[in-house]
Nanobody, 121 residues
Framework: VQLQASGGGLVQTGGSLRLSCAAS????????MGWFRQAPGKEREFVAS????????SYADSVKGRFTISRGNAKNLVYLQMNSLKPEDTAVYYC???????????????WGQGTLVTVSS
């Protein structure tokens, strides 16, 4: 079982990035998928999640209206479109998969390796 996150990079304030997460090794069509982030010296925090069907999404207040989570047609892909990026969005972003999903880290069994997003001011 492997989750591979990609798409991070350096962007200026106000810019956009699209993160991708590919799940392999088993079917994740019935798993909730989530994105979390961890800034230097801070706890890992919830960013967004999407249900197995793709019909239900949830966002942290800090990213609501700027970030959009979606699933690919194959359902083993999940994306995080990040617009209007701010310096405080700088962090390593992790994708995760779990039967329950939602905003709690403990609900996710599988984690990717993370991709670094840096937003310059």
């Amino acid at each position: 079982v492997q989750l591979q996150a990609s798409g991070g990079g350096l962007v200026q304030t106000g810019g956009s990035l699209r993160l991708s997460c590919a799940a392999s090794g088993r079917a994740f069509t019935n798993h909730g998928m989530g994105w979390f982030r961890q800034a230097p010296g801070k706890e890992r925090e919830f960013v967004a999640s999407i249900s197995g069907s793709g019909g239900s999404t949830s966002y942290a207040d800090s990213v609501k209206g700027r970030f959009t989570i979606s699933r690919g047609n194959a359902k083993n892909l999940v994306y995080l479109q990040m617009n209007s990026l701010k310096p405080e969005d700088t962090a390593v972003y992790y994708c995760a998969a779990g039967l329950v999903g939602g905003p709690e880290k403990a609900s996710y069994r599988y984690w990717g390796q993370g991709t670094l997003v840096t937003v310059s001011s």
